[in-house]
């Protein structure tokens, strides 16, 4: 954040030039020092890296599409973006969740910018919202470019107009459960204050620990996993399935063995992903609040 701490000095320099004041703790404040953090985003070699991821999914994606003709995909607007979107969009959403929000916060405390812009009249408040704003603004840049990418290809196979009303309440859905990652991923980078160890452990968890936990919750505790943050991203291909599954079936696994499995309903769904962006978020930033900067 090496741009951000600039921002709130300047205009105080124009306050006392008879400029606006810009009062501690604004929203106007935290907007602010989005802009600059974007600004620096977009010079950083993450926003390229995580682009390039983009690009490499949709290339993937692309070519087999174009192999195999359209997959069995192309008669079917619901199940061309329900396989293709909703059962990858979350993917780029925990990369850009990673890449943008890991060392968000324990950044701060490893380059000790965080020393420099506490000195400055700033709120942490204001510096908490001002990151996730940031991270949330390049992180839908991404899932806007995954979107695009399967417009494309959607326009190609389906023709120009076939852009079904179940895609932008799918979108809509992808963007809470953004929110709600990017809520988790502050939590965990405000733990930290070393920015290897704040992006290892939200990248261990998002990528394989949630749905480790998720099924042996399931296979061995034999309970609900509701309170997974992962356990609520079947919802985003909701909108392209009907029936909906069922939120609790039995059966037999491989071994035959019983076996239960558990589907959040639509709005349990909401609920968890809502849940998880307000209480993640104000535990994140009551721990960056009550941090010392040294």
Do not use: C
């Amino acid at each position: 954040m090496s741009a951000a701490p600039v921002a709130p000095s300047a205009t105080v320099a124009n306050a006392h030039a008879g400029g606006p004041v810009l009062l501690p703790g604004t929203w106007r404040q935290a907007l602010l020092l989005s802009r600059y953090q974007v600004r620096d985003y977009l010079r950083a070699r993450r926003f390229v890296l995580m682009m390039a991821i983009v690009a490499i999914i949709g290339a993937i994606l692309s070519f087999v599409l174009s192999h195999f003709h359209g997959a069995g995909l192309s008669g079917d607007p619901d199940a061309f973006y329900g396989t293709l979107w909703g059962g990858g969009v979350y993917v780029v959403i925990i990369f850009s969740g990673i890449i943008f929000g890991g060392d968000a916060i324990a950044g701060e405390f490893q380059n000790k910018t965080g020393y420099f812009l506490m000195g400055l009249p700033i709120r942490r408040t204001s510096v908490y919202v001002g990151k996730f704003l940031a991270a949330l603004a390049a992180s839908l840049v991404a899932v806007l470019f995954y979107l695009a990418i399967l417009v494309a290809n959607g326009a190609y196979y389906l023709g120009a107009s076939a852009l079904p009303l179940s895609l932008f309440e799918s979108v809509a859905i992808a963007v809470l459960y953004l929110l709600a990652l990017l809520g988790a991923v502050f939590l965990f980078s405000s733990m930290f204050k070393n920015s290897l160890y704040a992006v290892l452990v939200v990248a261990v968890l998002f990528l394989f620990g949630f749905s480790i936990i998720d099924t042996l919750l399931v296979d061995l505790v034999k309970i609900e996993p509701w309170f997974i943050i992962d356990y609520a991203r079947a919802v985003i291909s909701y909108p392209f399935t009907s029936p909906l599954p069922l939120h609790k079936s039995t059966g037999f696994g491989p071994t035959g063995r019983p076996m239960t499995v558990y589907n959040p309903t639509y709005p349990e769904g909401l609920a968890i992903m809502a849940g998880y962006f307000v209480l993640t978020s104000v535990a994140g930033l009551f721990l960056f609040e009550r941090e010392e900067f040294t």
